[in-house]
């Protein structure tokens, strides 16, 4: 299983001012802990409580499917693109990125073992759209739109865009290359994807998009990738035994939940920065952002009391960031906690040679890359308790299908169980809707006239 390490944040490490009694803290909590793990397991198969997404690793029907359309389609496409926007497209990735190889859309084909290159459209710059269109051969690119509410203006814009231009370059064909992964029951591209005739795959019901990552929105994307799905949902099958633990002591979200809420509340530490130390695991920081801003991030508690509560999600790279943010971290305001992420075995070695002999770097000759990277993280670990600055590491064997599958479904568990000790509701997201509602007021929409008079008036648009 993956590990937490928390000896960094105790105050015999980092000081009485910036540390938790942690032990202490397990045992004041412990009864509250108890009651939202069990919460949390006894509604998760109750329509309204948004929880669905804790049964998606043992949805055999969904993983039948995508295998089954994966294995259809294979060798047909040179390219997959996704369109899709934050839940829709951060997940997928974050593990593609982790479990491809290095660089996979520039191996050659043979070095891909002839699996298709992925591409994230995940922005509406024109000049990057007009790139990548320009870059693909639509002929052979299968294209992924992803939106459940089939309303997402971006993903929707981006649709329309690729759909005209494959109508013209393929003829009727086109619909061979489009498929639609979105509501069961209803939304524009529900009824988009049934008029023309899509392949499509659902999003179930009571499932925000940023914890969908093992629906079919990410899991079809892996497969067509030639990512083992079933070892992912095997990692998240046996991570989610390990979380039913209602014992704090045993359950490791548990544990980092009240961590980062015992850190912002007790001890002001308004931002989590999280810092994988592997370049493959980047991007799952940035789908952590995103997890842990729109849950966390609320205006009101459950009583419907103005709290504006919610961490501020950092990303940082490690070793890249320690030359651009620790000094900041170190030395700059002590309000934040960070996550190190690290991976004890890599998947190669990597030597330097020995070389420069009796220099200021012979000391690096007879090292791996390994080593460096690892004594890196130490030591960054080291200079942020000098600093009294709190840590914890979340350690994972080795990037494996099995091991991204544990620790994204304990990041998930981890957020929930958080939002229930701030008495907030986790699955909802009523500042990104404002923004929408704006969005679809200032390109006319039918029935946002009002809203767009009085929006213009405020922007001073005439």
Same mark, same amino acid.
Request: proline share 3%.
């Given at each position: 299983?993956?590990?937490?390490?928390?000896?960094? $944040? @105790?105050?015999?490490?980092?000081?009485?001012?910036?540390?938790?009694?942690?032990?202490?803290?397990?045992?004041?909590?412990?009864?509250?802990?108890?009651?939202?793990?069990?919460?949390?397991?006894?509604?998760?198969?109750?329509?309204?409580?948004?929880?669905?997404? *804790?049964?998606?690793?043992?949805?055999? !029907?969904?993983?039948?499917?995508?295998?089954?359309?994966?294995?259809?389609?294979?060798?047909?496409?040179?390219?997959?693109?996704?369109?899709?926007?934050?839940?829709?497209?951060?997940?997928?990735?974050?593990?593609?990125?982790?479990?491809?190889?290095?660089?996979?859309?520039?191996?050659?084909?043979?070095?891909?073992?002839?699996?298709?290159?992925?591409?994230?459209? +995940?922005?509406?710059?024109? +000049?990057?759209?007009?790139?990548?269109?320009?870059?693909?051969?639509?002929?052979?690119?299968?294209?992924?739109?992803?939106?459940?509410?089939?309303?997402?203006?971006?993903? *929707?814009?981006?649709?329309?865009?690729? @759909?005209?231009?494959?109508?013209?370059?393929?003829?009727?064909?086109?619909?061979?290359? #489009?498929?639609?992964?979105?509501?069961?029951? $209803?939304?524009?591209?529900?009824?988009?994807?049934?008029?023309?005739?899509?392949?499509?795959?659902?999003?179930?019901?009571?499932?925000?998009?940023?914890?969908?990552?093992?629906?079919?929105?990410?899991?079809?994307?892996?497969?067509?990738?030639?990512?083992? $799905?079933?070892?992912?949902?095997?990692? #998240?099958?046996?991570?989610?035994?390990? /979380?039913?633990?209602?014992?704090?002591?045993?359950?490791?979200?548990?544990?980092?939940?009240?961590?980062?809420?015992?850190?912002?509340?007790?001890?002001?530490?308004?931002?989590?920065?999280?810092?994988?130390?592997?370049?493959?695991?980047?991007?799952?920081?940035?789908?952590?952002?995103?997890?842990?801003?729109?849950?966390?991030?609320?205006?009101?508690?459950?009583?419907?009391?103005?709290?504006?509560?919610?961490?501020?999600?950092?990303?940082?790279?490690?070793?890249?960031? =320690?030359?651009? =943010?620790?000094? /900041?971290?170190?030395?700059?305001?002590?309000?934040? $906690?960070?996550?190190?992420?690290?991976?004890?075995?890599?998947?190669?070695?990597?030597?330097?040679?020995?070389?420069?002999?009796?220099?200021?770097?012979?000391?690096?000759?007879?090292?791996?890359?390994?080593?460096?990277? =690892?004594?890196?993280?130490?030591?960054?670990?080291?200079?942020?308790?000098?600093? @009294?600055?709190?840590?914890?590491?979340?350690?994972?064997?080795?990037?494996?299908?099995?091991?991204?599958?544990?620790?994204?479904?304990?990041?998930?568990?981890?957020?929930?169980?958080?939002?229930?000790?701030?008495?907030? +509701?986790?699955?909802?997201?009523?500042?990104?809707?404002?923004?929408?509602?704006?969005?679809?007021?200032?390109?006319?929409?039918?029935?946002?006239?009002?809203?767009?008079?009085?929006?213009? !008036?405020?922007?001073?648009?005439?």
């Amino acid at each position: 299983m993956i590990e937490l390490n928390y000896q960094s $944040i @105790k105050p015999e490490i980092i000081g009485n001012e910036n540390g938790l009694n942690i032990e202490k803290e397990f045992e004041n909590y412990k009864d509250s802990i108890h009651k939202i793990i069990a919460d949390l397991n006894s509604n998760k198969d109750k329509p309204g409580h948004k929880l669905q997404w *804790m049964n998606l690793g043992y949805n055999e !029907e969904t993983i039948w499917y995508v295998k089954e359309y994966a294995a259809m389609v294979e060798n047909r496409f040179e390219n997959i693109l996704i369109l899709g926007l934050g839940g829709s497209e951060l997940g997928g990735k974050a593990v593609c990125e982790a479990l491809l190889p290095p660089y996979w859309n520039f191996l050659s084909k043979e070095q891909r073992n002839n699996y298709p290159r992925i591409f994230f459209l +995940d922005n509406i710059d024109p +000049d990057q759209m007009n790139s990548i269109l320009k870059m693909l051969d639509l002929k052979k690119t299968l294209v992924n739109v992803i939106t459940k509410s089939g309303s997402t203006a971006e993903v *929707m814009a981006q649709y329309m865009i690729i @759909k005209d231009m494959m109508e013209k370059q393929l003829g009727e064909d086109y619909r061979k290359n #489009i498929i639609a992964t979105t509501d069961k029951n $209803i939304g524009i591209l529900k009824q988009l994807a049934d008029q023309e005739g899509y392949k499509t795959f659902y999003i179930p019901d009571d499932i925000e998009g940023r914890f969908s990552v093992f629906s079919a929105v990410g899991l079809l994307p892996f497969a067509l990738v030639g990512i083992d $799905i079933e070892e992912i949902t095997q990692g #998240i099958k046996d991570m989610d035994l390990a /979380l039913k633990n209602t014992d704090i002591n045993y359950n490791i979200a548990a544990q980092n939940a009240l961590i980062h809420y015992l850190m912002d509340t007790k001890l002001g530490k308004k931002i989590s920065v999280m810092m994988p130390y592997s370049n493959r695991l980047r991007y799952i920081a940035d789908w952590y952002c995103q997890l842990w801003a729109e849950s966390l991030g609320k205006e009101r508690d459950n009583n419907n009391n103005i709290v504006n509560t919610g961490q501020t999600p950092v990303k940082a790279i490690g070793v890249t960031d =320690q030359h651009s =943010q620790i000094q /900041l971290y170190n030395e700059g305001p002590n309000d934040k $906690i960070i996550t190190f992420l690290r991976v004890k075995e890599f998947d190669t070695t990597l030597e330097i040679p020995n070389i420069f002999e009796y220099t200021g770097i012979s000391y690096l000759g007879g090292k791996t890359m390994n080593q460096l990277i =690892q004594a890196e993280a130490d030591s960054t670990l080291a200079s942020l308790i000098d600093y @009294k600055r709190p840590s914890v590491t979340i350690s994972i064997p080795k990037v494996t299908p099995y091991y991204l599958g544990q620790l994204l479904y304990m990041f998930e568990v981890q957020t929930a169980i958080t939002g229930a000790l701030h008495n907030i +509701d986790a699955f909802n997201q009523p500042g990104v809707e404002q923004s929408k509602n704006y969005t679809y007021a200032l390109l006319d929409r039918v029935g946002y006239e009002d809203s767009a008079k009085e929006l213009k !008036e405020k922007l001073l648009i005439k």
